[in-house]
């Protein structure tokens, strides 16, 4: 190439690094590898101009708009195609998946898709909406499915697109790593101070199909049953389910062993990870389940909902059950507290698994993709 081309990078949606999508994001910038034929240039909110460029000082430029979704929507509709051509942009990666994205492509557009789109089209109200998603995303220049069940799902919407690839996200094995395992018998994550033994569930208090209130009854269950003294930490933000998350954890007679953080810094999740005793994932509609890849990374031994990208994902690294039978969660959470021959095999599956996966892999794929739309 005689000059570098420019490639634009979509930071709306992404919720300034606290979502899935904004993990992915600052993930995947982290891991972009130096590429003389290219040079990047992020654009969003004024709130995210270092949210994302710290390590790597990719410049930032803002767009002035309300803080409304329906504003980042239209914006997306009708104005991103020229902001783009103004930008000098040669192509454009659109990270927050279907949420946000122009009708059409001026400058070829690639979009990471991690939403399980049916539950996304499912539970959006505007009809309007999901029509335009359908045509958006049969437009782009490259759809990218975190897993193949992502793809699958896709092609049951009948969504039908000019290319379509399928991505695995990665894995800061820097961060999540089974080494450096505190001996205390409190961890200490500020503002936290966690008491061991306990069980992680990472996910944002989303809805209801994230299973939260399910995973409380089990835990129940399982104090019942055995009367160990383990605890469930809820780790995640805020989100339309919080209230029934936080009736449940009041309602149960082991209120005291449920601790729900709410917001907990992605980059001090390691920690969180590796002092658990287990992760325990019942959410039945994961299109990447990066929580299970992480906490394999950690040394964690999982059991995890049989339901969306996670027997994908984690493989013979995980036990699985049925996310709707309490009693069953709660035989998986026995099972993966008290077995210690099936802890000690899945942790060694767990981390052989994670080792598949890397953000420089999946980052270095996403150049590719980047460049051959623009080839």
């Known amino acids: 190439m005689l000059f570098a081309m420019k490639v634009g990078i979509d930071t709306f949606g992404c919720d300034s690094g606290r979502s899935g999508h904004g993990s992915y994001l600052s993930s995947l910038i982290n891991a972009l590898p130096e590429d003389s034929s290219l040079s990047w240039e992020l654009f969003g909110s004024e709130i995210d101009r270092y949210t994302y460029t710290e390590e790597k000082g990719i410049p930032f430029t803002s767009v002035q708009l309300p803080d409304s979704l329906n504003m980042e929507r239209l914006w997306h509709i009708f104005r991103c195609n020229s902001f783009s051509k103004k930008r000098s942009y040669d192509a454009v990666l659109y990270a927050a998946g279907p949420q946000l994205l122009p009708l059409d492509y001026r400058k070829p557009g690639v979009v990471i898709i991690n939403d399980v789109i049916s539950s ?15 045509k958006s995303l049969s437009r782009a220049g490259c759809v990218v499915a975190g897993s193949e069940f992502i793809r699958q799902d896709m ?21 999540f790593t089974h080494i450096g395992k505190s001996e205390s018998n409190v961890v200490d994550i500020k503002p936290f101070a966690i008491k061991k033994p306990y069980l992680i ?5 989303q809805g209801a199909a994230k299973k939260h209130v399910e995973l409380i009854k089990a835990f129940s269950l399982f104090k019942d049953k055995t009367g160990l003294p383990h605890r469930l930490v809820i780790a995640g933000s805020e989100g339309p389910e919080a209230q029934n998350v936080r009736n449940a954890a009041l309602s149960s007679k082991y209120a005291s062993d449920i601790f729900i953080t709410g917001y907990f810094p992605h980059e001090n999740f390691g920690d969180l990870y590796r002092n658990a005793d287990a992760c325990i994932f019942p959410s039945v509609n994961e299109g990447v389940g990066l929580p299970v890849m992480e906490s394999m990374a950690s040394g964690l031994p999982v059991a995890c909902s049989s339901g969306g990208a996670l027997k994908e994902i984690a493989g013979e ?3 699985y059950f049925d996310s709707d039978n309490i009693e069953e969660i709660a035989s998986c959470i026995e099972r993966i507290v008290t077995d210690k021959e099936l802890r000690e095999l ?6 052989e698994k994670a080792g598949n996966y890397s953000w420089e892999k ?14």
């Open 362 to 375: 999946t980052a270095g794929r996403i150049l590719e993709i980047l460049k051959s739309v623009c080839g």
């Open 201 to 205: 569930y990472p996910s944002r208090m």
């Open 317 to 319: 690294g995980a036990i």
């Open 120 to 134: 996304f089209l499912a539970s959006e109200d505007s009809g309007l909406y999901k029509r335009f998603v359908i």
């Open 155 to 175: 092609e049951k919407c009948r969504i039908r697109t000019r290319r379509l690839e399928v991505v695995h996200s990665g894995i800061d094995h820097g961060t």
């Open 346 to 351: 899945l942790v060694k599956r767990g981390l």
